[in-house]
């Protein structure tokens, strides 16, 4: 069974500064999709970013970007010139190629201060 | 283009009655997913479905809940008898493509109170 681990339950950053969130996940499977979603206050879950498992290049959208190590099982989330609407729970995803079900883990609480 | 709807968006019920969440998925998708959030913990699948028929239901609770997605119409999640374990935020996700690994887009939620 695939699982995925968020190690960091809040984080916070000043406006305008980096910050990484951290994720790790386990398979056995060698073709798999991983994203990340976003849950502001509001609770709608917003797709934030994706990456494929057979591209090496990081995924990036606009000040989201991923740093994806394969082997070690890794896919963090740099957020860029943070800003006060990013404040929000931030959850890792796993899907694999042939499955249905997104596997996420539990959850970042990111709080961006000004 | 509109996003998944889901309605209602708050629900409260009494143990015992009965709940039923609706959800629209996004044009052009055929692909419905529903996923359970409990308080302070991530998403958990629940049922994957196409128009009529079921594809995987392996996080569903055995008794008590179904899912059902018609060829007109939204697609339903329906929980009997409810007990105050079944508060919780259920989500609802659509897609394009078998398997959602283009992204699965997600519905408002709707928020389940049990008293």
């Known amino acids: 069974a695939q699982t995925v681990t968020q190690s960091q339950p809040e984080m916070s950053v000043q406006e305008a500064e980096t910050v990484t969130l951290s994720c790790t996940y386990d398979?056995?499977?060698?073709?798999?999709?991983l994203f990340w979603y976003k849950q502001p206050p509001s609770r709608q879950m917003i797709l934030v970013i994706r990456?494929?498992?057979?591209?090496?290049q990081n995924a990036t959208e606009n000040r989201f970007s991923v740093n994806f190590q394969k082997a070690a099982k890794s896919f963090s989330l740099k957020i860029s010139d943070s800003q006060l609407g990013d404040t929000a729970m931030y959850f890792c995803a796993f899907i694999e190629t042939s499955g249905s079900r997104l596997t996420f883990g539990e959850g970042t609480q990111l709080t961006v201060n000004p | 283009n509109a996003g998944v709807m889901q309605n209602p968006r708050h629900l409260v019920r009494r143990r015992g009655q009965e709940a039923r969440l609706r959800c629209s998925p996004m044009?052009?998708?055929?692909?419905v997913y529903w996923y359970r959030q409990l308080p302070e913990e991530g998403l958990k699948f629940m049922v994957y479905l196409q128009k009529e028929n079921i594809i995987d239901e392996s996080g569903m609770p055995k008794e008590r809940f179904s899912a059902e997605f018609p060829k007109e119409g939204p697609s339903i999640l329906r929980i009997q008898q409810v007990v105050r374990g079944d508060s919780a935020a259920y989500f609802c996700?659509?897609?394009?493509?078998?398997?959602?690994?283009?992204?699965?887009?997600f519905g408002p939620g709707t928020r389940l109170t049990v008293t």
């Open positions: 990456q494929e498992a057979y591209k090496q």
């Open positions: 398979t056995s499977e060698n073709n798999y999709y």
């Open positions: 044009k052009g998708h055929s692909h």
């Open positions: 996700a659509s897609s394009p493509l078998t398997s959602g690994i283009e992204g699965q887009y």
